[in-house]
C-alpha cells in the first residue's frame, strides 16, 4: 500500500511530497528546510531512497542536493536542466523503483520551462498519482514566462500540449499533485490552487482542456502577473546547487547598533503585525509581518544582497521568519533583536508611529487627501478609487518621487501590502494613513469607484467593484 504526504510551504504557495511505501520513499520538489522533510519520513518509518526535482524552480531555493547528500539518496533532475551539483539525468520515461511494487516514471512536460519533467507514481504497475509540478495545477497551468521572453509564446503552447499528454495518458482517477498553484506567483493565476484534484476532475473544469491552443495561449499571455525581482536569483542558486542551511539566532544587536545599521542604509525589518506596528516602531524601519507573505514581499522589494537585520516581538517569530526567508535566498540575517520598540530605540528616543484606518474613514476624511493604490497592475484592472495614484507596493522603494504631496491613504486590497507600503512612507518622512480594510469597503463606504472599463461606477453599482 503506498502512501503521499503533503509537506505545505504556505507563505510561498507551493507544496512538496513524500510518497512512498512500507520501507522507503521520494521526496517530490524538496523545500530549503529539509528537516521537516526528515521528520516527515522518521514519522512513517521510511527511508528516503530518491529525491526528484521537477524543474529549476524559479520561486524557491530547493533542498534537493542537501537532502540527498544527508540521506544517501539518488537525485533525480531532468537531463536538460544543466544543474551543477551531482545528480541522475532523467529523460522521459525513465522509470525509478521506489519501493515494492512501487515505481516512479518520469513524463516530459515542457511549458513551465523547457525541461519541466512531471512524475508518474504506479502501484503495481497501475498509475495513481501525477506530480505535476509547474505543469498541470489545480484550476490552471504554471507559468511560461519565468525562462527567456523569447520563449515565453512557445512554452505557452507547450504547456497546452503536455496538460493534454497527462491527460490523455493517464486515467480519470489518478490524483493530480502539483507543486505550484496555492498562491505561488509561478502559477498562471495566483488564485489557482485548492485541494488534490485528480485528472478527471482537471479535464472537467480546467480550462487548458477547455481551449484549443491558440485561444488559450492568447488567454493565458493576456493574464500573467507581474514577476518578483528575486526570482532572477533563484534559478542560479538551484542550478549551481544551493549550500546547507543555517537557522542558528542571528547575532543579537542593541539599539546602537541599529540606529547605526538604519543610518548607513540597510534595511531594518520589524517582523510583528501591522496593528503593533503602526502603534509604535523604531524610526526608519519597514514592517514585513511574519505571518503574512514575509518571504515574497521582503525578498521582492529589498534590493537583493542587502543586509537585512530582524526586530521580533519573541524568539518564536523570529526564528519563523528565519525559516521563511532561507527558502528564498536570505540566509543570514545581519544581526536580530527580540523585545518591543523601547528596546530598539537609542536613549532619549521615542517610537515613531501613524494611523490606521477603514475605507469607511477615507469616505469621511476632510481636505485633500493623497490615495494611493499599491495593488499589482493585474489588480486595480478590476476596478480602482476615483482619482487614486497607482504604485504597486514592489515598485513604491524606488517610486517615491510619484506620490503627490500631502497626506497619503494608502491601500491594497486587504491590508497586508497596504502597511508595508506605509512602513515605507513613515520611513521616507511622509505623513501616512494604512487602510487596513478589504478593497470591497472602499464602494461600501460610498467613494467614488472606476470600473475596468476606465467608466465611473454608478453609486447605486459601487458593490461590485
Do not use: K
Not at 37 to 52: F, K, N, Q, S, Y
Not at 179 to 195: D, L, M, P, R
Not at 328 to 356: L, N, Q
Amino acid at each position: 500500500m503506498f502512501f503521499v504526504d503533503t509537506l505545505d510551504t504556505e507563505g510561498l504557495g507551493n507544496r512538496s511530497y513524500l510518497a512512498g511505501g512500507a520501507r522507503t520513499a521520494v521526496v517530490v520538489d524538496p523545500p530549503r528546510d529539509v528537516d521537516r522533510v526528515l521528520t516527515a519520513a522518521a514519522r512513517r518509518g521510511v527511508r528516503i531512497v530518491a529525491v526528484a526535482e521537477t524543474h529549476v524552480h524559479n520561486d524557491y531555493v530547493t533542498g534537493g542536493p542537501e537532502l540527498a547528500r544527508l540521506t544517501g539518496a539518488r537525485c533525480l533532475v531532468p537531463a536538460a536542466a544543466g544543474v551543477a551539483y551531482p545528480h541522475v539525468p532523467v529523460a522521459d520515461g525513465d522509470v525509478e523503483r521506489i519501493d515494492e511494487g512501487l515505481t516512479l516514471r518520469a513524463v516530459a512536460t515542457p511549458g513551465h520551462t523547457p525541461h519541466h519533467t512531471s512524475y508518474v507514481l504506479h502501484e503495481t504497475g497501475r498509475a495513481v498519482a501525477a506530480f505535476t509540478g509547474g505543469s498541470l495545477l489545480i484550476g490552471g497551468v504554471g507559468r511560461p514566462d519565468l525562462v527567456e521572453p523569447r520563449l515565453t509564446e512557445p512554452l505557452a503552447r507547450a504547456q497546452h500540449a503536455s496538460a493534454h499528454r497527462l491527460a490523455a495518458e493517464l486515467e480519470d482517477e489518478v490524483a493530480v499533485l502539483p507543486t505550484h498553484g496555492f498562491g505561488s506567483f509561478c502559477s498562471s493565476s495566483v488564485a489557482a490552487g485548492g485541494a488534490p484534484g485528480t485528472i478527471g476532475g482537471e479535464r472537467a473544469a480546467n480550462p487548458v482542456f477547455a481551449q484549443d491552443v491558440d485561444a488559450f495561449v492568447a488567454e493565458l499571455l493576456a493574464g500573467l502577473d507581474d514577476v518578483p525581482a528575486y526570482y532572477a536569483h533563484m534559478g542560479p542558486a538551484n542550478a549551481a546547487g544551493p549550500a546547507p542551511l543555517d537557522l542558528t539566532p542571528p547575532r543579537p544587536a542593541d539599539a546602537d547598533e541599529i540606529a547605526r545599521r538604519l543610518a548607513a542604509g540597510e534595511w531594518v525589518v520589524d517582523l510583528r503585525g501591522r496593528v503593533a506596528f503602526a502603534a509604535g516602531h523604531v524610526a526608519g524601519s519597514l514592517n514585513f509581518e511574519a505571518d503574512g507573505q514575509l518571504a515574497t514581499y521582503l525578498a521582492w522589494l529589498i534590493p537583493w544582497g542587502r543586509p537585512v537585520t530582524l526586530l521580533a516581538a519573541d524568539p518564536g517569530e523570529l526564528a519563523r521568519a528565519q525559516r521563511e526567508l532561507v527558502r528564498v535566498g536570505i540566509d543570514r540575517p545581519a544581526a536580530a533583536a527580540v523585545g518591543t520598540p523601547e528596546d530598539w530605540i537609542a536613549r532619549g528616543s521615542r517610537p515613531a508611529s501613524f494611523r490606521r484606518a477603514t475605507f469607511a474613514g477615507l469616505a469621511a476624511a476632510e481636505g485633500p487627501v493623497v490615495v494611493l493604490d499599491v495593488r499589482r497592475d493585474g489588480e486595480r484592472a478590476g476596478g480602482w478609487i476615483e482619482g487614486s495614484v497607482h504604485v504597486p507596493v514592489h515598485e513604491l522603494h524606488r517610486r517615491l518621487a510619484e506620490v503627490p504631496e500631502g497626506t497619503v491613504w494608502v491601500h491594497c486590497a486587504g491590508g497586508m501590502r497596504a502597511a508595508i507600503a506605509a512602513s515605507v512612507l513613515d520611513a521616507a518622512g511622509r505623513t501616512v494613513v494604512a487602510v487596513d480594510d478589504g478593497f470591497a469597503g472602499a464602494a461600501e463606504a460610498g467613494l467614488a469607484m472606476t470600473g475596468p472599463d476606465g467608466l465611473p461606477v454608478p453609486r447605486t453599482a459601487s458593490a461590485v467593484i
